[in-house]
């Protein structure tokens, strides 16, 4: 998810009560739910697509998050000690206690890729261990709809809190509601991929040989934009219901998926695009090359982040068309 939602999950959390844990608890849990995107600096030294086999991976892992909330702790800890020493520290500062100093980053960085397992994205959850990707297919990567809920809780608490009046339970209540949104979005994503094999079925793919995601779309929760597909040929559906709507290729001129084995050898970018895709198709560029997408994120006026052009390889047409 965006560094937005992040941010705000570890508000919430704090406002729920854990920020009367210790000093600096608020800090340690909004900045510990970003602190797995360090990975992010990646840009400055890698190129192309490399950052996709990076990004996601071992500063999500389970030795980062055990890590990470240390060195934050630690960092928040030494910090109080010098605002005491310098005579800045505020009065109003619960003590720090390095203890729940390092449960609140903890739970923190926890939060963080549980948010990010939830779209199409993926992540590699036990990275150095197992270099598996997990996807939630639940939200879109950026959810409006999750902000507001979010940022009216920390809101509504944080204005009561101020009045003097019992606050965390707001906090609370808008926990409770964003899970439920989560859970929702679940169940529709589920009955959206169970509904979309179904359509594929219907028209001529087999279930071993057709792979259903349902991918959440912005602004709208309730919709749900169907991809299926499998060995470089993938459709989408945008409507999933009792009306046969269209089913359209994801891109008019699909080729043939090349034997990949040798190339990725000595293309790293190649090697990088196809550690991280998880649906692979192949479009002929203009001088009858290959460029390679994934269909969750298909643009073809956005080339570069999500493609790999391959010049040496020419379009072979799909069998069948």
Known sequence: MDNLTHSLVGAVLGQAGLKRTTGLAMPALIIGANLPDVD???????????????????????????????????????????????????????PVRFGWLYAMAFIGCLSHPFFDWLNVYGIRLLEPFSSRWFYGDTLFIIDVWLWALLIGSVWWSRRREKAGAEWMRPARVGIAAALSYIGLNGAITHTAQENGALYAQMRGFSSGEVATIGSPVPLNPLSREVLFGGDGRWFVRRAIGPDDTALDPIAEQMCKLPDFADARRANSQLDAFLFWSRAPFSTRADDGSVILYDARFYDPRARGRFSVALPNVRCEELPGG
Do not use: M, N, S, Y
């Open 40 to 94: 992010a600096a990646c840009f400055f030294w890698l190129e192309g697509t490399e950052h996709l086999a990076f990004r996601r991976g071992i500063t999500h892992g389970p030795p980062a998050l055990v890590l990470l909330p240390l060195v934050l702790a630690g960092l928040l800890w030494a910090f109080d000690r010098w605002q005491t020493k310098r005579g800045k520290r505020p009065e109003d500062r619960l």
